[in-house]
């Protein structure tokens, strides 16, 4: 299968990629994701939906739902583990330790809802 192409097929790439996390309250979810990305929301498409950009083609989206709201998995990337980890730290945002895990290095985080968010880097 080549990179960017569905099943192998030419012609339809994916451009774009969106993590989501689904949250019953979403004023603790906003305060805390922008503690996260040391950031408010770049956009709210709708009621209820917070979107962070992170590059061109990358994101997270933080939807309430209470229904699947702590379900959610999003696993993120950076180039400094260690800093994000103190800033999380000193903001109370999370209490953040860094660990080994899988030949990287991960910050396992939980947002209000309990929905996983885990950091990576080198």
Sequence with gaps: MSRGTLGGQRGMAFTRVLAQAAVSD???AERWY???FDASPDARPMDGLLEWHLTDTAGVQVWREPA???RSCVVLGTDDLDALA???TRVGAARAA???GGGARLLRLSDPDGNLVVVTGA
């Design 68 to 70: 699947r709201a702590g």
């Design 34 to 36: 922008a503690a996260l």
């Design 86 to 88: 103190d800033r999380l």
């Design 26 to 28: 979403a004023e603790a």
């Design 98 to 100: 860094v660990e080994a």
